[in-house]
């Protein structure tokens, strides 16, 4: 398995986000229906997904210069 193979980038980068936007559905629900902790999970949502996304730069970035090794 090669960092090239998109199992590497579904497991990576789509399932982590997919966490991180059930945690923003989560909370738009918690606000919704006037829960105090709706606002930690939007937070914490977007927080996760920010990481995967500085993941991916990196990750990218790090392929980018280090292919040919």
């Not at 918690?30 to 990481?51: P, R, T």
């Amino acid at each position: 398995m090669t960092a090239n193979d998109p199992q590497v980038l579904y497991m990576i980068l789509v399932v982590p986000c997919l966490f991180g936007l059930t945690l923003v559905g989560e909370g738009i629900n918690k606000l919704v229906h006037e829960e105090s902790n709706g606002v930690i999970s939007v937070v914490f949502g977007f927080l996760f997904i920010g990481l995967v996304v500085f993941a991916y730069i990196f990750f990218s970035s790090f392929l980018v210069t280090n292919a040919g090794l």
